[in-house]
């Protein structure tokens, strides 16, 4: 997607803010909010993606984004006044307001709202959450992915914990990102503290051997991502393969007949390419078309047997 996104370039789109609806122009903090200055706050990444045919953004998963929210509230005393199915509905609620007839980012944020700057305990900070939907395309801006492994190692658990999505811990992938970026490449791929092989800046990784799918385990200090899971049980479930999670060694990957990543924001996407070396033949493997096909058709609700996965929200008319 392109960068530099501005409220203004939101024009009359709303966000939930201080418990109420209000305009995205509107919706701002004090400068002494703590999570500006120590990113004391847990987010989410939500696709919605826009169905012609039956007239609707269908959000995918939801539930377990906001589950893993809520975890991260638990973990960083972020004390917010909603359950999980509170916040899928305030989250329904403001994608039909804001009237959304293309794909879009669901983005919400839990967060030390205390404006109080020199204190670093978290008892101390109430806390708030708030919600923006905006339009969204490609997030990686490629079909298939040249990677470099970064120089920068993903934040330990006794460090930071991984495996929820908190929002200083964005430092780490935003550094690898920028590296890879810059060298050329279109996303790093991050190795843990002990060299094994994690996840990208914003994905998860999956490497196809001999038929086998093999993913980093969450111990590894991966996010536990939600497109993962649903990776992991379409390959099971529907291509019947083997998926094996368990630490992955960085020459493995070199060597693997497919690289992919998964994300919210970067689907399932194929890496051709790592450390200017071809992955196996450099092009698009068989199980990694297979998955993205089946992905494509799930998200957008068009497969019956996952629309379990969707939650519809149907734009109301703008009136005049
Ligand atoms: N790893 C990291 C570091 C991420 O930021 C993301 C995006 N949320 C993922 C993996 C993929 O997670 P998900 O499939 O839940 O979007």
Same mark, same amino acid.
């Given at each position: 997607?392109?960068?530099?996104?501005?409220?203004?370039?939101?024009?009359?789109?709303?966000?939930?803010?201080?418990?109420?609806?209000?305009?995205?122009?509107?919706?701002?903090?004090?400068?002494? @909010?703590?999570?500006?200055?120590?990113? @004391?706050?847990?987010?989410?990444?939500?696709?919605?993606?826009?169905?012609?045919?039956?007239?609707?953004?269908?959000?995918?998963?939801?539930?377990?984004?906001?589950?893993? %929210?809520?975890?991260?509230?638990?973990?960083?005393?972020?004390?917010?006044?909603?359950?999980?199915? &509170?916040?899928?509905?305030?989250?329904?609620?403001?994608?039909?307001?804001?009237?959304?007839? &293309?794909?879009?980012?669901?983005?919400?944020?839990?967060?030390?709202?205390?404006?109080?700057?020199?204190?670093?305990?978290?008892?101390?900070?109430?806390?708030?959450?708030?919600?923006?939907? !905006?339009?969204?395309?490609?997030?990686?801006?490629?079909?298939?992915?040249?990677?470099?492994?970064?120089?920068?190692?993903?934040?330990?658990?006794?460090?930071?914990?991984?495996?929820?999505? !908190?929002?200083? !811990?964005?430092?780490?992938?935003?550094?690898?990102?920028?590296?890879?970026?810059?060298?050329?490449?279109?996303?790093? !791929?991050?190795?843990?503290?002990?060299?094994?092989?994690?996840?990208?800046?914003?994905?998860?990784?999956? %490497?196809?051997?001999?038929?086998?799918?093999?993913?980093?385990?969450?111990?590894?200090?991966?996010?536990?991502?939600?497109?993962?899971?649903?990776?992991?049980?379409?390959?099971?479930?529907?291509?019947?393969?083997?998926?094996?999670?368990? @630490?992955?060694?960085?020459?493995?990957?070199?060597?693997?007949?497919?690289? %992919? %990543?998964?994300?919210?924001?970067?689907?399932?996407?194929?890496?051709?390419?790592?450390?200017?070396?071809?992955?196996?033949?450099?092009?698009?493997?068989?199980?990694?078309? &297979?998955?993205?096909?089946?992905?494509?058709?799930?998200?957008?609700?068009?497969?019956?047997?996952?629309?379990?996965?969707? @939650?519809?929200?149907?734009?109301?008319?703008?009136?005049?």
């Amino acid at each position: 997607m392109s960068t530099g996104q501005s409220t203004s370039q939101f024009g009359e789109l709303q966000a939930f803010f201080r418990g109420d609806y209000v305009p995205l122009k509107d919706a701002n903090v004090n400068i002494m @909010t703590h999570a500006l200055h120590y990113g @004391t706050g847990v987010f989410e990444g939500i696709r919605g993606n826009w169905n012609d045919e039956a007239g609707v953004v269908n959000i995918f998963r939801l539930r377990e984004h906001y589950e893993r %929210l809520l975890r991260g509230c638990r973990l960083l005393m972020l004390d917010i006044p909603y359950t999980a199915d &509170q916040l899928c509905d305030i989250t329904v609620e403001l994608v039909e307001r804001n009237g959304h007839r &293309q794909d879009i980012y669901i983005r919400p944020l839990a967060y030390k709202s205390a404006e109080m700057v020199a204190n670093l305990k978290l008892q101390d900070l109430e806390s708030d959450f708030t919600l923006i939907t !905006i339009p969204f395309g490609n997030y990686l801006g490629s079909d298939t992915l040249r990677c470099c492994t970064s120089s920068w190692r993903r934040v330990d658990d006794p460090m930071i914990p991984a495996r929820l999505k !908190i929002s200083g !811990i964005y430092v780490n992938s935003i550094l690898a990102k920028t590296e890879a970026t810059l060298a050329g490449f279109d996303e790093a !791929i991050i190795l843990n503290h002990d060299g094994h092989v994690c996840e990208g800046s914003g994905e998860n990784l999956f %490497l196809v051997v001999d038929g086998k799918m093999i993913t980093p385990a969450l111990e590894d200090n991966v996010l536990p991502g939600i497109t993962r899971d649903t990776v992991i049980q379409l390959a099971q479930s529907e291509l019947g393969l083997e998926v094996v999670e368990r @630490t992955v060694d960085r020459s493995e990957l070199y060597l693997a007949d497919e690289v %992919l %990543l998964t994300g919210t924001a970067a689907h399932i996407t194929p890496v051709v390419e790592l450390d200017n070396r071809p992955i196996a033949d450099g092009k698009t493997g068989p199980i990694s078309a &297979q998955l993205q096909k089946m992905y494509f058709d799930i998200v957008v609700g068009r497969n019956p047997k996952y629309l379990h996965w969707c @939650t519809p929200a149907s734009p109301r008319p703008v009136v005049v």
